[in-house]
């Protein structure tokens, strides 16, 4: 057969397939076996539960320090964030926590560690640089611990506090005071101002209204007129009635 024949050819082409396929490897993995959707689902939820537990609790210890930082970051400053704090609450913060104790860290240390831990060109730090910080000072605070103990005690310190507010302002009862705030004190037109309980009039308090009733002011027997003449007159009436039926030439007794 000659060897350009196209059926000659096609045949060793099939041929070649048949051993290409002969040849390649047979995959003998087992098939899975079937397992219970429950079961994965409920392993699923115990190593998920287990992380945030583990999560939560680590989390936990970090958000009262973050906590006390916010706290003290946005003390006096309305503006502020709480994400950064200024040298001014730094001190305030290792005064009121009592990490400032006169002998082994002093208000200069702090200051010193402040200027350490800022950037060259910035006012405040962010609480990265404020736990930096707080590893510096707690070497000195707690020389006889491990640095690892030392830093815990000192986040104890800390952690829960807020800033102490002193020197608020009271309310002042000097004579002076009182003359100006107690309304019953006042006269004049200010008094007319307010009624007997201190409360304002109102209107009222500040215009003067025309009282055309015909009474002179601080006048107290506005509207009795009528009430004594109507008993004037009842009284004559009753007294006529009774003259009327005396005899006459009798001398009549008037009722009272």
Known sequence: ?????????????????????????????PPKSPSDPAKDRAAKRLSYDSNSSHEGAMAGEVSALEEAFRKFAIHGDTRATGKEMHGKNWSKLCKDCHVIDGKNVTVTDVDIVFSKIKGKSSRTITFEQFKEGLQELSKKRFKDKSDEEAVQEIYKLIEGKAPIISGVTKAISSPTVSRLTDTSKFTGSHKERFDPSGKGKGKAGREDLVDASGYVSGYKHAGTYDHKVQGSKARLQSCSQYCSAWPVGDTAILPP
């Open 1 to 29: 057969m000659p060897l350009n024949n196209p059926s000659f050819v096609t045949a060793k082409v099939t041929m070649a397939d048949n051993k290409a396929k002969s040849t390649k490897p047979v995959n003998k993995t």
